[in-house]
């Protein structure tokens, strides 16, 4: 039998020994900090109201048009179809062109947000804390990692419907046939279905980072208290 003191010496030193274990298991990463779940939740908060906020002025009228970080251009290839048009006097031709382009990603936009939405409630909570700590754009750029070829495969078809709507198709029909009947050019038949598309997604990742980077640098952005506790860790 174990005399009573030099048990009493072993249960000393076992609880030493597991007080040190837990300090040594504590430094590891991902075993201190705050509840990982808030963290994902105040993510997912600030990315709905990246959606809230700015991704619903693209669905109005001229927000893309009229906004400078989204406007649509033209991609390379047309902008010698746009010049050569305004060189022979069709400006207005020219402006109508572009302006059905950013049309189209309005109106695409508009029915597309609720499948984004549902595609932030998704973002799991593994990766939280390295967004957290990441870039001014690190929840955007998570999210656009995991939604965009899922986004496309969603966008590119409302695009579509949206040049009939608005007529796009019929407008750009009628700009490169008049551009391909002046003499001595290279001929162009551009997809605009795949380029709008693709700037219609990059607009609104554009714009929820704008959001994201309010909530992270400026702490009067940070409006509930989930927000607060969430990005003070950062802070």
């Known amino acids: ?8 010496v072993c249960f000393l030193f076992i609880l030493t020994s597991c007080a040190e274990l837990q300090n040594v298991v504590n430094t590891l990463p991902g075993q201190t900090g705050p509840d990982p779940l808030m963290i994902a939740n105040g993510l997912r908060q600030a990315l709905d109201f990246g959606i809230d906020k700015q991704v619903s002025k693209l669905t109005q009228k001229d927000g893309f048009y ?10 390379p ?11 022979i006097g069709l400006s207005s031709l020219a ?5 059905v382009l950013n049309r189209a990603a309005e109106d695409a936009v508009k ?11 998704e973002i799991t ?14 929840a955007t750029s998570y999210l656009e990692m995991k939604t965009n070829s899922q986004l496309y495969a969603r966008f590119n078809p409302v695009i579509q419907n949206s040049f009939s709507k608005v007529g796009a198709d019929q407008i750009w029909n009628n ?9 001595f050019v290279n001929k162009v038949n551009p997809d605009l279905t795949d380029y709008v598309t693709n700037e219609a997604l990059d607009g609104v990742y554009k714009m929820i980072a704008v959001e ?8 009067a952005s940070r409006t509930t208290t989930l927000l607060k506790q969430v990005f003070a860790l950062q802070d």
């Open 111 to 121: 029915e597309a947000t609720p499948i984004f939405v549902n595609a932030v409630r």
């Open 77 to 87: 290839e047309l902008q010698k179809v746009d010049k050569t048009l305004r060189d």
């Open 66 to 75: 009229k906004n400078p970080l989204v406007k649509i251009l033209l991609p």
């Open 125 to 138: 909570f593994t990766d939280a804390k390295n967004i957290l700590l990441g870039p001014d754009n690190a």
């Open 95 to 99: 402006d109508e062109g572009l302006k």
């Open 212 to 219: 994201e980077k309010k909530i992270r640098t400026k702490v």
């Open 175 to 183: 700009i490169i046939t008049r551009y391909n009947s002046v003499p």
């Open 1 to 8: 039998m174990i005399p009573k003191k030099i048990f009493f």
